[in-house]
């Protein structure tokens, strides 16, 4: 059956037997002799797990406007429906803004973000990825009856994005598309003898709909340039014998897994060039057992092989 699969099996029967709660079950070696954490089986929820692979945590940065004029609560509708989006697919973590400890509106400069800048505080957050969209233009126009009392207009909104995303480890671009959504409706004007252009405001509902279907657009292919980078860990603290990571159960970690541990690698960079080439692996130390969890998404570990950890060092799947 396999590690994986008795664990899958003592998760049921905890699930049918204990409704009440969480229930944990002591594994059959105890704790070991000099007071170490013991490893546990936990009936930890598979579903993070269910592809194989571990969720990646991503930022997703307030959006930007090609037109200041705009109302600010256009831009909080796109960035919520990509957040919606990708945390739909369950294969990420979007982490917090509230939780950055910086104010990200002073990384914008020129209505841009200091990426550079950016990717230090993502992947200090072990963010893999930074997602910042846009609002190009918003066009508004309606066509009909040129004359009456009563007459039928149509009106047509047409949104033209962008979204990007960059790897958090070098601040790099990975994707970098538009996208453009229509929506139109039918309205009835009385007295209105007006076919003139209308403006944004006149129909916020359109709006709102056509920039959800925009940004609904690039979904997939933020999936896709995400999935390009490998999933990594940090160790946050190294304290006596307990190692705390900064990946848990959200991220998919389960109690008993087995973790490599690195020397943060090295960026490489073309010598002729100057462009990136890649991030060479740094020296593997061992490998750490996760044993419990703590905070919103950590890990606490204990050493399974090797010595010599220290905060930063890399972690990933053995």
């Known amino acids: 059956m396999g590690r994986f699969g008795f664990i899958a099996g003592l998760a049921a029967i905890s699930a049918v037997l204990c409704s009440c709660g969480v229930m944990d079950v002591q594994s059959n070696h105890g704790a070991n002799s000099n007071g170490a954490l013991a490893p546990q089986v936990r009936d930890v929820s598979f579903y993070a797990r269910a592809n194989g692979d571990l969720r990646k945590k991503v930022i997703v940065l307030p959006f930007l406007d090609g037109d200041i004029h705009h109302p600010q609560a256009i831009k909080m509708v796109a960035r919520r ?6 945390v739909g697919t369950n294969q990420f973590i979007v982490i917090n803004n509230g939780d950055i400890p910086q104010d990200l509106h002073s990384f914008i400069k020129n209505n841009d973000y200091d990426m550079p ?3 230090k505080v993502a992947a200090n957050l072990g963010a893999s990825a930074v997602i910042v969209g846009r609002v190009l233009d918003i066009n508004a126009q309606r066509s009909g009856d040129p004359i009456g009392v009563f007459r039928t207009l149509r009106a047509r909104t047409t949104v033209n994005v962008e979204i990007r995303v960059f790897s958090a480890t070098t601040g790099k671009p990975m994707l970098d598309v538009t996208k453009r959504a229509s929506v139109e409706s039918d309205m009835t004007r009385v007295a209105d003898n007006s076919n003139d252009d209308i403006h944004v405001e006149d129909d916020p509902n359109l709006v709102r709909i056509a920039v959800r279907r925009a940004f609904h657009q690039t ?3 933020i999936v896709r340039a995400v ?11 190294v304290s006596g014998d307990k190692i705390y990571l900064n990946a848990g159960r959200l991220s998919g970690l389960q109690i008993g897994d087995i973790l490599r541990v690195s020397e943060t690698g090295r960026d490489i960079f073309d010598p002729d060039t100057g462009v990136y080439i890649g991030t060479a692996p740094g020296r593997m130390k061992g490998t750490l057992e996760i044993v419990s969890y703590f905070g919103k998404d950590g890990a606490i570990a204990i ?3 090797g010595s010599g ?6 972690v990933e799947m053995y």
């Open 303 to 305: 050493v399974h092989s």
């Open 227 to 237: 999935e390009k980078l490998s999933w990594e860990g940090r160790i946050a603290l």
């Open 219 to 221: 979904v997939g292919e």
């Open 81 to 86: 429906t990509v957040v919606d989006d990708l």
């Open 309 to 314: 950890f220290k905060e930063n060092d890399q």
């Open 117 to 119: 800048a950016i990717a």
